[in-house]
């Protein structure tokens, strides 16, 4: 499927969706968010794909939502399309891992896209900011909740409110992103990284991305209850016979999905 602002590519069972928008910095225009929708909606449907990676260009995963689009939004136009809902959701309805892998700026929307995902990569070169602040207005699609849960109360109110940018340092310190490898080697690592994750039971996968969300979801006891069931039933699972018998015989699991 051909795409206006994404490139799409797949490396064996590992889906790639680039954010193709270099005149905007990939500012995440609706044209392009409906696209980000049909292109994990393939991936999604397609049994063959296990993970899927979110990426930009070396300058930019996402420089936000699209001021030029919001400019001449009202309220009631805003409330009326449920602004920033439709298609943004899709990711974090995903049910297949999904990683994003971030170089140079992901601000505004674009940081709160990243922080969609399951996990976030940052090449050395990475800007990360909520900067609605400065033009008026605040996090819209989850900057103010998930970035409070990400690294804490006090960071999230220092973004929020001075509209900082934070770099891949700070932000690996702080715990926004799981690792930070040098800008230019980012391409090679996602995959490698994804190809890990792609390399074991798809459905085991997806039901430990399920259980660890619950952790954001709900109380510890619920969610250790929640943990404790879907631990239950992987021993129903082929993939779970398979990988404690090749432990015991010594020999790489064949997992069959
Ligand atoms: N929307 C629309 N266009 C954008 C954009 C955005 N969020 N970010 C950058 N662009 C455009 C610029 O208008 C410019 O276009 P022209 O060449 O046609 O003028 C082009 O991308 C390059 O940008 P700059 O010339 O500004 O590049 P720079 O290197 O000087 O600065 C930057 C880079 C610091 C990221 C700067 O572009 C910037 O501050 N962008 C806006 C960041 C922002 O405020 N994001 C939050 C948006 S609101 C939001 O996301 C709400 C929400 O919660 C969902």
Redesign the pocket.
Known sequence: MAYKHLIVETHEKVGVIFFDRP???N?LCEELVQELGQALDIFEDDSNIHVIVLTGSHK?FA??????E?QSKTYVSAYMEDF?TQGWERVTQCRKPIIATVAG?A????C?MAMMCDFIIAGDNAQFG???I??G?I???G?TQRLARYIGKSKAMDMCLTGRMMDAEEAERCGLVSRVVPAGQLKGEDIKVASKIASFSLPVTMMAKEAVNQAFETTLTSGLKFERRVFHATFDLEDRREGMSAFVEKREPNFKN
């Open positions: 005149e905007a910095l500012a930019a420089a936000g939502a699209d001021i030029r919001m920033i700026y601000l505004g929307g674009g709160e909520q900067p609605e400065t033009i207005t996090p819209g699609a900057g």
